[in-house]
């Protein structure tokens, strides 16, 4: 992080941060830090005169972010080179120079106000366009606002306020909602010939598939972990997706590593595992092998509450989107070290970490609909598949993989992880996950290379060596 930057003495304040390297628009600068904090313990702390009015940033409806050293250095300027998006990621909007002050607009960071005229600062930021003061963004004028908007340099809680929410109390109408601009999280590792497609979870994002994608990457394999339609975004962005718009990502990241690769795995995380099934069903000749990472057809652990099962008798959408579904502790995760670092990205408010603290029930009912479809295609899974599912997971039983290996055609080799939770890619036994799911892959990427008649790629070279040294 301050590797990016330096602080010194600024012509704007008197102290500003400054670029000690180079950035490309688009290119992350810092990640906004500090402590979070709920709205009403920020408005305490600015009565008791323990925070500056204008010092926190504003992460998500309810919190706001007590800014740590580093990140309350940058200035505002009405010609910025910076904006924030997502929750709290500080990213470039124009090319900096090592040297240059690196600075975002502040109004396009605070949701319009009841009373905006008593929160407006007056402004030195010494640009031609300064507007002599910085206010909420009702005060930006439209066409600056509109442009900050489509470059992607406005902050999620604030696009929600001003487009999405019913509950826009202030006079403030931004007129019809623009185009919003999402941004894509995949991951995208390439390799060799023989590629994996890793598929997160419900309400999850392609990070949590990153550490295993890695260490498939280092065997040679291409990986590519895309993003689900609807995710690492906000709430209301999943409560609206439709589980065929999953499959639709699904389905384009398939063909996309099939432009380069012979052979494909497919694989995936809880919902994600169901998905993985859905497509190798659908696309037998695009997919060579599946990898299912605790499974969930039913969502039945010892950890789902009972009243959770009252849920099954919801049959529409918008009524399941009447209840919301909080990720309860432990969060999928048995070790509390990586449980705590898990739980506070969650909390930090970008969607894009962690995934989202809380499901909405329309999402849950969408999984429903797409396990019903699914179901009814696994006699066409003739690929060899390969389970691994933890014995203590709070989320699914067991049952879900004996349902599975019961009803798919294709030879079945199944691993318990006997010390982890539902999260296997992140939890304790990760390391095991990597090792044999690697194993899986390069037994069928030598098997699909002997088929074919082609030439082995790397991956194989890799597993062979380490076949050779166990
Ligand atoms: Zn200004």
Redesign the pocket.
Known sequence: MTANLKIDSSPISAQGAFASRAFEPGETIHWMDGQFLPTWRIVAKIATLQVNFDDPLQVDDRTYLQLDEVSNRFN???APNAAVRGARELFAIAPIAAGEEITFDYSLTVQPMLRARYWAMR?????AS???H?GDISTVPAGVRQAAIDRGGVQDHILHRLYRSPWNWTKFKPGPPPTLPGRDHSIFLKGGRTGVLLLHGLGGTPIEMGEVGASLAARGYTVLCPQLAGHCGTYADLKAVRWQDWAASAEAALRRLKATCDTVIIGGLSTGAVLSLNIAARFPNLVQGVALLAPTLWINGWAVPYHAYLFNIVLQKPIANMFDFPDLPPHGIKDEAIRRRVKAAMDSGDSSIAGVPVTPGGAVIEHRWMVKATLADLKWIKQPVLMVHPREDEIADLNNIAHIIRNVRGPVETITLHDSYHIVTVDRQRDELKHRLGAFVARLAARHTAESGGVADFGEAFAAKIAAQQ
Do not use: D
């Open positions: 505002h300027s009405c402004c030195n930021c010494g640009a300064c507007r002599g910085i």
